[in-house]
T-cell receptor, first 115, second 113 residues
Framework: EPEVTQTPSHQVTQMGQEVILRCVPISNHLYFYWYRQILGQKVEFLVS????????KSEIFDDQFSVERPDGSNFTLKIRSTKLEDSAMYFC?????????????FGPGTRLTVT | GENVEQHPSTLSVQEGDSAVIKCTYS??????FPWYKQELGKRPQLIIDIRSNVGEKKDQRIAVTLNKTAKHFSLHITETQPEDSAVYFCAARHKEYGNKLVFGAGTILRVKS
């Protein structure tokens, strides 16, 4: 069964540094998402992406965040200048708009630790 | 915006008993309600979902019910097993806000053998 994959599994960075989190969505999916989960808390929506543009973003997704689909398979989340409070698990998800709508399948996550 | 409340925050049951987790949502325009199971350090896994045009859906030992009038939906797990122990999250999707999911705070389910 196809799965969403993410790299790296764990990223440690210093405050102020830029990080790029990478995701490979399920191949025939058309809608892509980033969520984050601070340790012990609920999963929070960051951004959704469809047809090469952001379709919706949350208040968390400020100017420090950006997303990109640089090629036909990868979907990336960039944080330009990381803060301590960006430490969290970041999940990528994808859904097939044409098939069964709305079902979102999550990747294994990238644990981001900002020191 | 949409707000999802989930109860209880922790639930302990004896193996073989049933478990029920309840969620309420605030926006009557929400039309899709998935449930995710998350084991420690793993990804959230979709286990069952329900759309607003359906009142109940069942898949083997798990079922979800939806009451649109009261704006609440519930997850029912029968004949619980130790491997059902995990954190369960409910979520709601608002039809006007793309496919964004708003999650509840989660329920830690412990099945004691």
């Amino acid at each position: 069964e196809p799965e969403v994959t993410q790299t790296p599994s764990h990223q440690v960075t210093q405050m102020g540094q830029e990080v790029i989190l990478r995701c490979v969505p399920i191949s025939n999916h058309l809608y892509f998402y980033w969520y984050r989960q601070i340790l012990g808390q609920k999963v929070e929506f960051l951004v959704s992406f469809y047809n090469n543009e952001i379709s919706e973003k949350s208040e968390i997704f400020d100017d420090q965040f950006s997303v990109e689909r640089p090629d036909g398979s990868n979907f990336t989340l960039k944080i330009r200048s990381t803060k301590l409070e960006d430490s969290a698990m970041y999940f990528c998800a994808s859904s097939d708009l044409a098939g069964v709508p709305y079902e979102q399948y999550f990747g294994p996550g990238t644990r981001l630790t900002v020191t | 915006g949409e707000n999802v409340e989930q109860h209880p925050s922790t639930l302990s049951v004896q193996e073989g008993d049933s478990a029920v987790i309840k969620c309420t949502y605030s926006d009557s325009a929400s039309n899709y309600f998935p449930w995710y199971k998350q084991e420690l350090g793993k990804r959230p896994q979709l286990i069952i979902d329900i759309r607003s045009n359906v009142g109940e859906k069942k898949d083997q030992r798990i079922a979800v019910t939806l009451n649109k009038t009261a704006k609440h939906f519930s997850l029912h797990i029968t004949e619980t097993q130790p491997e059902d122990s995990a954190v369960y999250f409910c979520a709601a999707r608002h039809k006007e806000y793309g496919n964004k999911l708003v999650f509840g705070a989660g329920t830690i389910l412990r099945v004691k053998s």
